[in-house]
């Protein structure tokens, strides 16, 4: 049974720091997607989703001259071409008291062979290595976030091509693709959502839930000019084709991904299509994040794996310091003599491999857990 939210949350940029995190993807894909209700103080219980993991992702620090404000670079995202064929790209943020914009992207270079659609063995779309700035930046949230909020983005993206299609006479052709994008964000809900969890079975996690309606409209241009329907038809394009995507995304604190997203494709939320989460929810060995206990703090936090332990009184004796990643393996550990005259304990610890940790101190009379960042 999943408690009651007392309240509902409000997300900021204090509570919600978009630091280096790992995002490991599950994707349902057997199971029948309940379809979940809006308001207040839900109750939205996806434990019994099947999926299987599709990736994990991390966030990467922004090192393109081309978004200079940039504050960092979201996961590799991956995007539809025609048919089953796709792209990865990086998305070039930037987040600050307003919320989390994304200024554009970069895409490195690919080649996706096309003979399985045309039966022409050179066939193929090579991605050029390319930045795209957005028209405009896009904001995927605003701050704060409570239930109610509600905002609105235009903008437009271009990708360039090369294209090749012997049967057409297309060699190496220049192929543009103009995407414009209307996409409306509304919190249409808030309460207390559970994922299956790593080690069984998942807790409730306070949530609010996004209403994300968005479409696009793409164009198609070969060698500089609109391209003919001829070329087109064979993919199942045509010029002004408009795409609906419509899902509902469970955001939380302390996290720079949803929980949960819902896809509904082009239906107006009638009947969810797939869903996927966060499969690192929960952690191993009992740890979690809702045991973080009050009386010790870390700083930086984020680090290179320099920081500082501090206890707001005064510890004396020894201290046993452990640190467990997120499989709930213990990667170090050491014992430390506690001074009288000293509130705080200075660690060194850049060997370790970054990304996300417990750190778990055991003194004459308490017990510390808080959670660090390595990056």
Known sequence: MISQAQNPIILTQENMPFYPQVFRVMVDLKSEVPLPETGKNQKWNYDNLTAVPAS???????????????????TPGVSGIIYDKTYIYNSYCKVDGSGVSVLGSVIARQEIYLGDLTAGKNDNLIIPEQHCVYSSPLKVIVFPLSMGTAW??????????ILTI???????????????????????GWGKVIV?????????????MVKRMTVQKDSFYINGIPAPASVLQSFCLSQGKTTL??????????????????QFGNNNFTTPVCAHYDG????????????ITAGMTVYPNPSEGRFTIEFTEMKTG?????????????????????????HTIDMQLSNLPKGEYFLVVKTN???????????
């Open 280 to 291: 690192n929810t929960d952690s191993p060995k009992g740890i979690t994040e809702q045991e």
């Open 318 to 342: 020894f201290a046993n310091i452990s640190l467990f990643d997120m499989l709930g393996k213990e990667v170090y550990k050491e014992n430390r003599n506690l001074e009288s005259s000293s």
């Open 196 to 208: 299956p969890g790593q080690s069984g079975t998942g807790h409730p996690y306070d949530a609010l």
């Open 245 to 262: 995507i419509n899902k509902y995304m469970y955001w939380r604190e302390n996290a720079a991904f949803p929980i949960l997203t819902v």
């Open 166 to 188: 012997e049967s057409m006479s297309l060699i190496k052709a220049s192929f543009r693709r103009v995407s414009y994008f209307e996409r409306t964000d509304t919190v249409v």
């Open 365 to 375: 009379s308490n017990k510390f857990l808080n959670k660090v960042v390595i990056w």
């Open 152 to 161: 609105h983005n235009n903008y437009r993206s271009t990708l360039d091509y």
């Open 56 to 74: 994990s992702y991390g966030l990467f620090p922004p090192k393109s001259p081309y978004f200079p404000t940039a504050t960092y670079v979201d």
